[in-house]
């Protein structure tokens, strides 16, 4: 018997190694550049819905505004990109006079001076930082405001949501310094290379295939840790943990900074694979779309999210691309069909079949309890 | 001063607005828990119920179209209920992505039936012009959200059905063990928040488009209203809606829109700093 | 239980990997076949067909896809039908860049007609730069833009938004106040206002945004009637449009004392806002259904017998329309699909389209275009009262405009 689970125990960090031989070798060998970059793309996704598997699935925190971090990230990142570009290109900085370089769109909107908030962004380290440290600052102020006040549940969804809904009201507002609904494109090259190349954008799946997968077995570790036990725990009796003695507010907070700084990495990695940061990707919308998708997959289970994540992406690409007007209908049957049916998603969908298999072939063994649970 | 003044009823207003909206809200999701996202389309279903009486009704759709909208929003909301919803009490974040699902798939439908376009809806000539900068579709607005809560307050407390539903709010078991068909008040729950979403779909005919994604426009601000106000609170819904409307209008009035929106979030953040449980608190003994 | 969620998991993520390969050849294979047949070109069709913007888009795709169709029985170009590959932009700008991408590197397009918003435009650009690809874009913008890979065949501002203008301060309006939607084209729109009123006399008495899809126009209303101004001046967009106008006619405003200028309200628009509420108020295009020369008699009856009679047709339709002609003759005198002799050959192209003359700008790839005001009518048609006479040249830059000098730096 300990033989078996030894082997069994074995066998996932095996699977997982197939899984990350597949994405890191044979997918940029296979697939043509195109479809590579979207698939760098649905891994960006991927990592955000992995931080609202952490923050939801394990620690009960409905986050309906996972695109605030992202769009912090993505900025972050395109601020400094356009910089780069700006001072970059002689012919735009030409007309403003000595100062530094205007990006395109604030020549447009009739920006003359480099904003104070954009001038540290030239610094390719600052920005990086900046990725991470923006969307865990303001993660954990707000999680400390509101779980010190017990604002949970259903309360927390709509509070999160609205922060969406407002965030990008102030994105597009402040056209000159965010560049408004257009937000920020037209990216040239990355640390000194062509970011139209294939070879550089096939580096950048690479990068963001290997993050996610790091993301990943972080995840794992700290769900399996102690502090993760707590975050289960606060999430099915959150009293309770108080009356142990321990601070759900401080467990909440800590886990929601987590999950946001993945989200606003994700947007870093995604302005550059796709070119373009704007608030039509960090609004309500958006980051429902991403929640669904962390549902579909299975949200008790890391690996769900991230299926999840690359299932729904792949599927809206590829439905929007034969029927468009479908897609709605389809997206909302689907999410029915899956909370009705299956609230554990493919995963938990998975994990029920096999036992279902296994109980029909030891019937020794009742299995009725687990497939109960999950039905 | 002037501005003052005249901003005055514009903000109560747009609370008006917000409580109708808002109000189904407090049956379903504050007496139930359950977060309908589907709550737009059903307002969207009222308006363009009262798109499809014009053609029997002429410019009087307006009115005709109150009690059918609330009667067909409500059947929509039973559907739902007894569909899907009832598998999901006491899961309220699993009901708000389930009801996001019935939502687009209500969006899309209603492009399908109707059109992608925005429809007309006349208003009946006797409601246009108005007093002062008080337009009568305001007035009108106004007072159907006075009578419409008058209504619901009426029949929370003066009827046994309203009693029943209370009573399950306030302690589903014990309601239960009492002899209560808990189903049915469910049932009936949902049909009167389904309802008044119709209701409030009619009377924003008057000031906003028809089409396919007016739902979309008042959802997240109906809900902000049911927080603050406090869950399953009638008052607390009349309370916030008040102070959000005047709150939006006067900071629209010296900022601008976007502003405006932000500072009502912001406000509402810091409102529940104070009181993490709306402004009216149901008073209970269980911890959560 | 954990061990098993490992391996269910990876095995669904190593399959979504496996489809995500097979996505990626089916098309390929698909492509490869169209391509064998040398009698097709292909063309990229690209507007949002779901999503907020799929009202207005539909019906500039409609109009492209009638053009294409009339081309291939008129014998096609060169000789070769138009096979037109149609994706959906979603109302998402990325998702406009992606399809743009696809379109050109697996669909390997001749050319693209597509795009509504700035916002979708500037996603492209850089894919169509990049990849020295041709866009074709329909719509009235904000200027200040001159990509060697696009071609403008709707307005710019100084075909539009001034004449607009032009046409207010002809009516005795000195006192405007501008009310527009929170984006790039009304901002720079009423920068360009504001200008124009300091050298003219004009006076500015109040500039307001609103986000897009903001419906509660009231306290708005209040600061219009207020600050009583002769005309206002409206870039608002899409379904605020009918918030604005039913709150607006509510409050007491009529068209006689204070007409509302839009530039963004077509005759599709018209119905959804519900005629009462905007009759009597001016708008500024370069064309409407009511144009009156033959071949706009042609295209409204081409399009009504293609798709129904009780459609309408309007400014970006007619646009994207004219895009297909105007490609096709470049194509023709280039003798050939190849981008850069395209760009060479389509510069003085002229056409007698359904709003005149129409003469490709080969400097700067915008149109010359007659600037035309019109009045909506109680059947909800539009009615011109006044136009500029004559194609005006397009001038993206305002660099013929000497009170604009400040607004065009870069």
């Known amino acids: 018997m300990n033989a078996v689970t030894n082997l069994a125990r074995l066998r996932g960090p095996g699977i997982f190694a197939v899984v990350a031989a597949l994405a890191l070798v044979v997918a940029p060998l296979a697939l043509e550049p195109f479809r590579l970059g979207l698939l760098a793309k649905y891994l960006c996704f991927a990592i955000v819905a992995l931080g609202i598997g952490l923050a939801w699935g394990q620690g009960g925190m409905l986050t309906l505004g996972q695109g605030v971090f992202f769009g912090l990230g993505g900025y972050a990142m395109g601020m400094h990109l356009k910089l780069v570009e700006a001072s970059s290109l002689p012919s735009s900085g030409s007309s403003s006079g000595g100062g530094p370089a205007l990006p395109d769109f604030m020549v447009w909107s009739g ?82 290379r062509d970011l139209a190349d294939d070879s550089t954008q096939r580096g950048l799946y690479i990068v963001v295939a290997l993050v996610l997968g790091v993301l990943y077995l972080g995840a794992r570790q700290l769900v399996n840790s102690r502090f993760g036990r707590l975050l289960v725990a606060v999430r099915d009796g959150e009293d309770r943990v108080r009356f142990l003695g321990y601070d759900p507010a401080v467990v909440k907070t800590i886990v929601f900074a987590i999950s946001a700084g993945m989200a606003g990495l994700a947007g870093a990695l995604f302005v550059p694979v796709v070119g373009i940061i704007s608030p039509a990707l960090l609004g309500v919308v958006p980051s429902l779309e991403l929640v669904v998708a962390v549902a579909v997959g299975g949200r008790f289970a890391l690996a769900g999210a991230v299926l999840g994540a690359v299932v729904m992406g792949y599927a809206k690409t590829s439905f929007s691309e034969q029927f468009a007007d479908g897609w709605l209908y389809l997206q909302g049957a689907l999410f029915i069909l899956v909370m009705t049916l299956a609230p554990k998603g493919l995963v938990g969908l998975a994990a029920s079949a096999r036992e279902a298999l296994a109980a029909r072939r030891r019937p020794a063994v009742p299995a009725s309890r687990t497939v109960k649970e999950i039905a | 001063m002037e501005a003052f003044v005249n901003q005055l009823p514009i903000g109560i207003s747009i609370g008006a607005v917000l409580l109708l909206i808002a109000l189904g809200l407090t049956f379903t999701f504050g007496q139930m828990g359950v977060i309908n996202m589907a709550h737009g389309e059903f307002i969207m279903a009222g308006a363009y119920t009262a798109y499809l009486l014009q053609d029997l009704t002429g410019r009087m759709a ?227 | ?131 020295k690809a041709l866009l074709w874009y329909p719509v009235q913008y904000e200027g200040l833009e001159s990509s060697p890979y696009i071609f403008y065949t709707g307005a710019t501002t100084n075909q539009q938004i001034i004449p607009g203008l032009d046409y207010l301060k002809e009516q005795g309006k000195k006192k405007l ?19 124009y009123a300091a050298a003219n006399g004009m006076e500015i008495l109040g500039e307001e945004y609103t986000p897009l899809g903001h419906t509660e126009y009231g306290t708005l209303t209040n600061k219009v009637v207020q600050a009583k101004p002769d005309a206002v001046f409206n870039t608002l967009n899409g379904d605020s449009n009918v918030a604005f106008f039913k709150q607006l006619k509510s409050a007491g405003v009529t068209a006689e004392e204070m007409p509302v200028l839009s530039v963004s309200v077509a005759e599709e628009e018209v119905t959804g806002i519900g005629v009462d509420n905007i009759a009597g108020h001016p708008v500024a295009w370069n064309y409407y259904q009511t144009t009156d020369t033959p071949a706009n008699k042609k295209f409204v009856e081409a399009f009504k017998a293609r798709y129904g009679a009780a459609k309408v047709t309007s400014d970006p339709m007619e646009a994207g329309y004219n895009a297909v002609y105007l490609w096709a003759e470049a194509v023709k005198k280039a003798g050939t699909v190849e981008v850069e002799a395209v760009r060479k050959a389509a510069g003085g192209i002229a056409l007698e389209r359904p709003e005149g003359l129409v003469t490709i700008d080969g400097e700067n790839q915008h149109m010359y275009k007659t600037a035309r005001i019109g009045i909506i009518q109680p059947d909800g048609l539009i009615k011109e009262v006044w136009n500029s006479g004559e194609p005006i040249k397009p001038d993206p830059y305002l660099k013929g405009y000497p009170w604009a000098s400040g607004l065009a730096a870069g």
């Not at chain 1, 908030?117 to 600052?137: E, K, R, Y």
């Not at chain 1, 707000?142 to 994105?171: E, K």
């Not at chain 2, 003066?158 to 209370?166: A, E, I, L, S």
């Not at chain 2, 119709?198 to 028809?210: E, F, R, S």
Request: aromatic residues 8%; contains cysteine.
């Open chain 3, 177 to 195: 106040f501008l009310v527009g939607s929170d984006y790039v084209f009304p901002r720079t729109a009423n920068k360009i206002i504001k200008a």
């Open chain 3, 1 to 131: 239980m954990r061990n098993s969620v490992w391996r269910s998991g990876a095995a669904l993520a190593a399959l979504a990997i496996a489809l995500a390969a097979c996505g990626g050849e089916a098309p390929a294979n698909e492509s490869g076949a169209a391509a064998g047949g040398d009698d097709t070109i292909k063309v990229g069709i690209l507007h949002s067909l779901s999503g907020t913007m799929a009202i207005s888009e539909v019906t500039v795709r409609d109009a492209e896809l009638l053009a294409i169709e009339e081309i291939n029985k008129a014998g096609g170009v060169l000789g070769k039908q138009l096979v037109p590959v149609v994706e959906d932009g979603a109302s998402d700008w990325p998702t406009f860049a992606e399809k743009a991408t696809k379109l050109i590197r697996q669909d390997k397009v001749a050319t693209t007609f597509g795009g509504w918003t700035s916002a979708s435009r500037k996603a492209m650009l850089p894919v169509f730069e990049r990849s």
């Open chain 2, 62 to 288: 307006v009115i005709v179209a109150l009690p059918v909208a609330f009667a067909v929003a409500g059947l929509m909301g039973l559907i739902l209920e007894r569909t899907a919803i009832r598998h999901f009490y006491g899961r309220p974040l699993d009901t708000l992505l389930l009801t996001w699902g019935v939502s687009l798939v209500l969006q899309q439908l209603a492009r399908d039936l109707f059109g992608a376009p925005n429809v007309q809806v006349q208003a009946p000539a006797w409601l246009q012009g108005g007093i002062g900068t008080l337009p009568y579709n305001r007035l009108f607005i106004f007072v159907l959200a006075l009578l419409t809560v008058a209504g619901v307050w009426a029949y929370l407390n003066r009827t046994g059905q309203g009693r029943r539903m209370q009573a399950v709010m306030q302690n589903r078991g014990l309601a239960a063990v009492s002899g209560i068909d808990t189903g049915r008040v469910d049932q009936r729950t949902f049909f009167i928040g389904s309802g008044l979403a119709g209701v409030a779909g009619v009377a924003l005919t008057l000031i906003g488009p028809v089409g396919p994604t007016l739902g979309t426009y008042y959802i997240v601000d109906a809900f902000l209203v049911v927080v603050a106000g406090g869950l399953g609170s009638l008052l607390g819904a009349v309370v916030a809606a008040a102070g959000l409307g005047l709150l939006n209008s006067y900071a629209e009035f010296w900022s601008d829109a976007s502003l405006a929106k932000v500072i009502v979030f912001a406000v509402i953040v810091a409102f529940l700093q104070v009181r993490p449980q709306g402004l009216f608190v149901l008073r209970s003994r269980a911890l959560s």
């Open chain 1, 111 to 192: 920006v003359e001076e480099l904003p104070a908030l954009w001038a540290p962004f030239a610094d390719p380290v600052f920005a990086l930082a900046m990725v991470v440290a923006g969307p865990v600052l303001i993660a954990t102020v707000l999680g400390l405001l509101v779980f010190r006040q017990r604002v949970r549940g259903a309360y927390f969804a709509i509070l999160t949501q609205a922060l969406a809904a407002a965030f990008v009201i102030l994105l597009v507002g402040q056209q000159g310094l965010t560049g408004g609904t257009n937000g920020l494109t037209n990216f040239f090259e990355l640390f000194g």
